[in-house]
């Protein structure tokens, strides 16, 4: 049973995986025995492997900029270059500002889901041309619990700003975009899935207001760990889930029970 899990020797991609989940999540993948390429902006990408001491198993690319078309396609294309189709693609990347509703640009809004939607799509789409061409392959794209949810109001009292709408438009994108990628390369054996974080704050930790909100709001009393989105990728990514495509896993802790 335990070889349904392994990844192996796995080529696995992760774009947007510098940050607070995403290391969780390389960890784990590396410690399944796959060989990671990591993506994000700035130093990011080396900074964490070289502090979670990952150098063997996971390469780091930095600079690279997800809102450029260009740099999307030639990342893909080094990559295929290097070490062939990949296995598993994560894409964690995002874009919102920390502004309401009545005060968001058209520009911002559209700047925001060109991250969120168009740049995923186009990573995506990369990725699982050489996958269904190689007859393999996972895709695990990021939703949010505001992608099937709106944020509730008494959430996020004044000067809070409640989770902004182009972040929650672009999560729900997401959500409908697996499913369609997963009906198109479904016959050539590629998956694709979408995996729905509930409440896992970083920056708020040190609010104890809101992080007294936060756990009054879900069913389990708590806010989520790192360690459990990235349990749910390595599941999607394993073959522990060969049967599963064109599904959104909530791992909310029943934030969107109720």
Known sequence: ??????????????????????????????????????????????????????????????????????????????????????????IMTFKSFPKSSLDLLPSEFDEANHVNLTSTFLMAREAGKVMAKAGRGSVVLFSSMYGTVSPDPSMYPPPVHPNPIEYGVGKAGIQQMARYLAVQWGPSNVR?????????????????????????????GRIGRPEEIAGGVHFLLSDASSYVTGHNLAVDGGWTAW
């Open 192 to 220: 694709c899935n979408s995996i729905a974080p509930g409440p896992f704050p970083f920056a708020q930790q040190q609010n104890d207001a809101m992080m007294e909100r936060l756990t009054s709001k879900s069913p389990m």
């Open 1 to 90: 049973m335990s070889e349904l899990f392994q990844l192996k020797d796995r080529n696995i991609w992760v774009i947007g995986g510098a940050g607070y989940l995403g290391t969780a999540t390389i960890k784990l993948l590396a410690s399944s025995g796959a060989r990671i390429t990591c993506a994000d902006l700035k130093n990011y990408s080396s900074e964490m492997v070289a502090r979670e001491g990952l150098e063997n198993q996971v390469t780091p690319v930095n600079d690279f900029d997800a809102a450029d078309n260009d740099a999307v396609l030639q990342f893909a294309q080094d990559q295929v270059a290097r070490q062939g189709a990949p296995d598993g693609l994560v």
